[in-house]
């Protein structure tokens, strides 16, 4: 079974320029959820997908958007960066719709952003 | 102010003491409650979660949520070496796994 995986590991971007970050869901997993942790914080909910469409954002502008395709993977973008966009921005999965109660969202490694 | 509160410590304990974390929260929608490890340069994994008041026990570690205080515990027995990590309690309204992280708390196990 392969976990949640990432791309790229590092990025380094100037402020104004646009960014795509990567996610491949655990397999089996519908659900895939994105977040933002600065430094010395805890991860903060950019928002969720679910079967391909948006299911559930947090408090981030519109220049935040995403995708999830057919087979899962999901693509975070991000417009008009700013300094403050720095982060480790971490993608998890998760089934959804299962009837099970709590199901376990698991998270990848991360991709560490630098805006200059 | 924050939804979830967290000590950022560092705490610093030595081998085989006992670890106590918690974090306090505003909201009183959350009813799911869990605690994440966060190893240096690594994703957050899951440790327990709890579903509204109560303890729970895994091993090494218990969980406690008291919802009338809105307070949330972890306790790791016997801490080792390999606990150092920062760990992250997180709430949530429902089971949708759209989650509200305290800030974390470093844990530094001395040998």
């Known amino acids: 079974e392969t976990g949640v995986t990432q791309s790229p590991t590092h990025l380094i971007k100037t402020r104004g320029q646009q960014v795509t970050l990567r996610c491949s869901s655990q397999s089996g997993h519908n659900t895939v959820s994105w977040y933002q942790q600065a430094l010395g914080q805890g991860p903060q909910f950019i928002f969720q997908y679910y079967r391909e469409e948006e299911n559930g954002r947090g408090n981030f502008p519109p220049r935040f958007s995403g995708l999830q395709f057919p087979n899962y993977s999901s693509e975070l973008n991000v417009n008009a960066l700013e300094l403050d966009d720095s982060a480790l921005y971490l993608c998890?999965?998760?089934?959804?719709?299962?009837?099970?109660?709590?199901?376990?969202?698991?998270f990848g490694p991360g991709t560490r952003l630098t805006v200059l | 102010q924050k939804e979830v509160e967290q000590d950022p410590g560092p705490l610093s304990v030595p081998e085989g003491a006992i670890v106590s974390l918690n974090c306090t929260y505003s909201?009183?929608?959350?009813?799911?409650f869990m605690w994440y490890r966060q190893y240096s340069r690594k994703g957050p994994e899951l440790l327990m979660y709890t579903y509204s008041s109560g303890n729970k026990e895994d091993g090494r570690f218990t969980a406690q949520v008291d919802k009338s205080s809105k307070y949330i515990s972890l306790f790791i027995r016997d801490s080792q070496p390999s606990d150092s990590a920062t760990y992250l309690c997180a709430t949530d309204k429902a089971a949708g796994n759209k989650l509200t992280f305290g800030g974390g708390t470093r844990v530094l196990v001395k040998p």
């Open positions: 998890a999965s998760s089934l959804a719709g299962n009837l099970k109660g709590y199901n376990e969202q698991f």
């Open positions: 909201n009183s929608a959350f009813q799911y």
